[in-house]
């Protein structure tokens, strides 16, 4: 059984209109939700082995904040493919994953996030800033992986739900 954590990036700013959607950064409730969302994750026992990530800023700064608060080694990877994008791309690039991969984080945007979750486990769930899905996938190997496989929706976190400030 392979694991799939789906994370949406967390918040981001809109302080700089000049800048392009792309390029947006994390605002202050972003910088501080990433690195929680992390630790939960850590405190869980479920420190991905590979992190993919959307190329855009508020993603990357949201994987990197993320795989530092949660003890994760390895290199984030950017997929360029994962910005503005629909689920049948995540489903190619995990496709092509090597099986030494038992859990995997994709992090993404909305709404591709919310279909993706909804398309694995056919559960329709709101994915805020930051929120976070365990998907247990019924497959050995990556390259199974289709647009038929349906997973289970272990849980489904967000930081308003895990922290009270």
Known sequence: MKT???????????????????????????K??????GKYLRQQGLTPDRILTSSAKRARKTANKVAKSCGYT???????AFYDTVPGVYFEVLQ????????????GHNPTMERLVNHLTEQI?????????????????????????????????????????
């Open 4 to 30: 799939l954590l789906i994370l949406r990036h967390a918040k981001s700013s809109w302080k700089y209109p000049e800048l392009s959607d792309y390029d947006r950064p994390l605002n202050s409730r972003g």
């Open 32 to 37: 501080r939700d990433a690195p929680r969302m």
């Open 74 to 80: 390895g290199k984030v990877k950017k997929i360029e």
């Open 96 to 107: 092509a994953l090597p099986d030494k991969y038992q859990r995997v984080m994709v992090v």
């Open 125 to 165: 769930e709101r994915m805020p800033t930051a929120a976070l899905a365990h998907i247990e996938l019924p497959i050995q190997h990556w390259d199974a992986l289709d647009l038929y496989t349906k997973g289970t929706l272990v849980n489904l976190w967000t930081p308003k739900t895990l922290f009270t400030d």
